[in-house]
């Protein structure tokens, strides 16, 4: 029999983190692509346009003007999938038709006043100041809501409706499935070894070094052993950390400047804005009394969905919505060519 | 407190088949749409191309060349993610690096020799004939292999890469993620109230009407109430079956017509050549010896993504990705709106 080789060979691999399995058929990137091309975004965004409502100065949807901010911008979402004062659907009848109530709020945060910028082009200090934002966001809203979602939705590809940079806060009155799924594995992670699961799964993969792109003092980021996306990735704090309200002065700074080398990597991979959904993962906040979550470890998932080039994506369809995720090139290849890529931003590069 | 409207008041919905909630927001429907718009398909596609390896007497990319068939026709995909001989990973030397070997088949069906039509397009003898291929194919492989995902990915929108009507089988020595899901779930109902989680599920369907959209003599065809995707749908037998190869013939001749009514329907509703991908899950196929997998139901689920219009579709993307699922419209009124759409397809009913 052959010699396993994860590169040639099929296999499954598990997240321990939600409870679940991926597919990983690395021989695929063989095949050739004859589908969807999706569009190049060539048109470039002016600076400011009074008429966009993420802009300084612009009047939203609902009649209130923005400042003139200067730095990051938070306001309640004109269209919220979640207000504040919604009526209890009441008992069901039956336990195939069970429905709950939902409350809670939803923010836009602008990150710089510019539409023409995004993260990787912003400065170090701009994008500590966003992370500030973050932490104070998640400690307001949590005072209320059990689970706080920051999460950014970057290019047209990942359903953003808005080049301007922006991210989204939905805060919940319930923890949402992906949380609940978190939150029973670390909770029996931790309960079984007497450490957090994502404290150790850093600890391993920085001796492994296979899956890992980038590690600061105070931060790591890999390529998860289990990721579905082709260049997914992890984010990680080195120390025991539950919510980013609890991150030092000296954390954000190396956070705001290891956030600026991992998606100024991602968007060299392709020499293009490099689509995204991402988002923070915390211990649910308050509400729960005596309970500490020791098992939580703050991090944020990254996830891409380009595979091959600018405009040709990975499409998570039939046999993943049906059965399983599946990926076409291996954890380890995709963390081998992030790893590879410069620190300096292509646009900054050829000027 | 306000009375509770389920097409005002957001809510969260329980789906008891998959063990995952849905943020239903039907009052978001009201926003404006200014993000991607997918490109229309304006193009025609010949009836017959040589060069489309899909096509009767074409020549596919390991050289062979296809018969000049003239119903379905099954073959081995050219680049297929699973394959029947990969070597074993070997046990894993920590309990958070899993990985599993995983052994299979991946084949292609066209539908019918013409490049031209879809399932909707064709006649109700036709779509018989594909059935009878499904249920052949899930007896053939499911031989040897516990799992046979059928599924069709529409449109380039669902990442297909050829116009021509076709759906894909892929075949595994493991049970999918999904797949596991609904085996506990229905295994669970079952043995807590005896009977088939879905076969109550449909029962119930049928008394509460709202969110019916097709039923015959043997089939179902609804709305389900924890549907994710705008207009998905779920197809049920209305007696208790677990296998595609159980159907009868009557059953086969009635699911041909329910599925021609389905599709039209779906085309119908933003004129168009409805995008989806779709699949079917019936009990896991021989291999463990005793298990009667009396608490299945075969099923087929429809995910197409369209929300709008023909080119304005419901993105799954960062709160979706990183928390839980989220719709734009209840799917009462989801299940009204392809109640109401007529049975003949458009561009039949425009000749
Ligand atoms: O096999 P195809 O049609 O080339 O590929 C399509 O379906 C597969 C199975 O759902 C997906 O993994 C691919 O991402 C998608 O593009
Ligand atoms: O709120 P936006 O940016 O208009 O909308 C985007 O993000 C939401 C949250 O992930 C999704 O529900 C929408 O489908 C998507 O288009």
Redesign the pocket.
């Known amino acids: 029999a052959a010699t396993f080789r994860a590169s040639e060979h099929q296999h499954i691999r598990y997240n321990p983190l939600q409870d679940e399995w991926v597919l990983v058929s690395a021989h695929r990137m063989k095949r050739p692509w004859q589908g969807q091309v999706e569009p190049q975004l060539l048109k470039t965004v002016p600076r400011h346009d009074p008429l966009n409502p993420l802009c300084p100065g612009a009047t939203r949807a609902n009649g209130e003007v923005n400042p003139h901010y200067d730095g990051t911008f938070l306001f309640d979402n004109d269209f919220p999938a979640l207000q504040p004062d919604a009526p209890d659907p009441g008992p069901s009848d039956h336990p195939l038709f069970r429905a709950e109530a939902a409350r809670g709020v939803c923010k836009v945060m602008c990150f710089h006043p510019w539409s023409d910028v995004t993260l990787p082009l912003m400065s170090v200090p701009e994008i500590r100041a966003v992370i500030d934002a973050w932490a104070s966001v998640t400690e307001d809203l949590g005072a209320q809501y059990p689970w706080v979602q920051i ?1 950014e ?1 970057k290019g047209a590809m990942m ?3 808005n080049p301007h940079p922006h991210c ?1 806060v939905w805060a919940s009155s319930f923890l949402p499935d992906i949380a609940q799924r978190e939150e029973r594995s670390q909770q029996s992670y931790h309960s079984q070894h007497g450490e957090p699961l994502l404290l150790e799964y850093g600890r391993q993969e920085l001796l492994k070094k296979e899956r890992l792109v980038l590690s600061s003092e105070h931060w790591l980021v890999l390529v998860p052993f289990w990721a579905v996306w082709p260049f997914q990735t992890l984010l990680l704090p080195r120390r025991h950390v539950r919510r980013l309200p609890e991150l030092t002065p000296a954390e954000r700074d190396d956070l705001a400047s290891i956030m600026k080398k991992l998606l100024t990597k991602y968007d060299n991979l392709f020499e293009t804005s490099f689509p995204y959904s991402m988002g923070w993962h915390g211990a649910p906040m308050g509400l729960k009394t005596g309970a500490t979550y020791d098992h939580w470890q703050l991090h944020a998932h990254y996830y891409p969905p380009l595979l091959r080039s600018a405009t040709v994506r990975k499409f998570m369809v039939g046999y993943e919505m049906l059965a399983q995720a599946q990926r076409d090139l291996t954890p380890e290849q995709a963390a081998e060519r992030l790893r590879a890529l410069p620190e300096v931003h292509y646009c900054l590069a050829k000027k």
Chains 1, 2 share one sequence.
């Open positions: 999460f939705n359903g953003c409706s989204q």
